[in-house]
């Protein structure tokens, strides 16, 4: 079965400091993935994607991520954390494309709770 | 640019009356889709739509759930009757595309069912 894992419910960061928010996915072939933050009372927003190309995926806010296919994971990054970046995470992936076998369907990790303290 | 634009964001009622929940998407995108969120089973597809028409409702969880999208300004999730096992926060979001574009959520609607 297709599924994503964020096996942190919560990380815990000081400001400043860098940040991993991991994600590891379990789908064939060649996936899109996705990272999305969640703010209080308020929707998922993209950050980032990854389709082809540089395994390393700079996006909004100065977070990034690196593409990992051997260990099939999409761990977010950013080198020095802000109080503001406190938020709930979600990776997402959908399956590659393959005729009209696949949906084209995001599925989403169960996500991860980022606190960032001063 | 709007974005998504969902009415009510809050809304509570008593169990057994009806609920209708509402979605203006980006202008522009094909991709309309309904999610719920609750604390126990995270982000849930309940359906999708591509260009006004349903193409995939196998997560709308029962009978009671139905969900229209009459033109590409607008679509509803209509919830009769209500039982309080709906609470949750049901998104909307559009896309331009479905695979590789990324999705673009309201603020939600905090649905209440005592």
């Known amino acids: 079965a297709q599924s994503v894992a964020q096996p942190e419910d919560q990380v815990n960061v000081a400001e400043g400091n860098p940040l991993t928010v991991k994600c590891t996915y379990s789908v064939s072939g060649n996936p899109y993935l996705f990272w999305y933050v969640q703010y209080p009372n308020r929707g998922l927003q993209f950050l980032l994607k990854?389709?082809?190309?540089?395994?390393l995926v700079k996006g909004s806010y100065g977070f990034e991520a690196e593409f990992n296919k051997s260990q099939t994971s999409f761990h977010l990054k950013k080198p020095s954390a802000l109080v503001s970046d406190s938020a709930l995470y979600f990776c997402?992936?959908?399956?590659?494309?393959?005729?009209?076998?696949?949906?084209?369907?995001?599925?989403f990790g169960q996500g991860t709770t980022l606190q960032v303290k001063p | 640019d709007a974005g998504v634009i969902q009415s009510p964001r809050h809304e509570v009622t008593e169990m057994g009356q009806e609920v209708t929940l509402r979605c203006k998407p980006i202008s522009g995108h094909d991709y309309l889709f309904w999610y719920r969120q609750t604390m126990m089973r995270g982000l849930e597809l309940l359906i999708y739509f591509n260009n006004n028409v349903p193409i995939d409702d196998s997560g709308m969880p029962e009978d009671r759930f139905s969900a229209k999208m009459p033109n590409a300004s607008f679509s509803t999730l209509k919830i009769q009757p209500s039982e309080p096992r709906d609470s949750a926060v049901y998104f909307c979001?559009?896309?331009?595309?479905?695979?590789?574009?990324?999705?673009?959520f309201g603020n939600g609607t905090r649905l209440t069912v005592t």
């Open positions: 990854y389709i082809t190309g540089d395994n």
């Open positions: 979001a559009s896309s331009s595309g479905l695979w590789g574009s990324p999705l673009h």
């Open positions: 997402a992936v959908t399956p590659p494309r393959r005729g009209s076998s696949n949906t084209g369907k995001l599925i």
